[in-house]
């Protein structure tokens, strides 16, 4: 059975700083290109980062490039997301997914598409 687990969200004054976990089984984790993914209240779910199954190359959208790192550790199956100086608008709830690549690049994923989900952890920023 696939799973992908989220963890570590919670509530965080701006400017503060979290670390989300993905832990995941199922499926060979480095095979797969992984994302990390937000939907805000009212809004539709956005790809934020992703890193590549082989190379681990990574991808970020603008919002979250030079405050946010996403990085996996093999031996554990889990990617993590370092998120420094968080704003208000970074409040979500944040989702890790995997695909499988078509190409070297990570990029597809962020569309978003990919084919297992986690259930997602809430990050709020108070401001």
């Known amino acids: 059975e696939v799973q992908l687990v989220e963890s570590g969200g919670g509530l965080v004054q701006a400017g503060g700083s979290l670390r989300l976990s993905c832990a995941t089984s199922?499926?060979?984790?480095?095979?797969?290109?992984i994302g990390w993914f937000r939907q805000a209240p009212g809004k539709g779910r956005e790809g934020i980062a992703c890193?590549?199954?082989?190379?681990?190359?990574?991808v970020y959208v603008d919002s979250v490039k030079g405050r946010f790192t996403i990085s996996k550790d093999s031996a554990k199956s889990t990617v993590y997301l370092q998120m420094n100086s968080l704003k208000s608008e970074d409040t979500a709830v944040y989702s890790c997914?995997?695909?499988?690549?078509?190409?070297?690049?990570?990029?597809?994923?962020?569309?978003?598409?990919?084919?297992?989900w986690g259930q997602g952890t809430q990050v709020n920023v108070s401001s």
């Open positions: 997914a995997a695909d499988w690549p078509e190409e070297s690049s990570c990029a597809p994923i962020l569309r978003p598409r990919a084919v297992y």
């Open positions: 199922g499926f060979n984790f480095d095979d797969y290109h």
């Open positions: 890193i590549s199954g082989g190379d681990k190359n990574t």
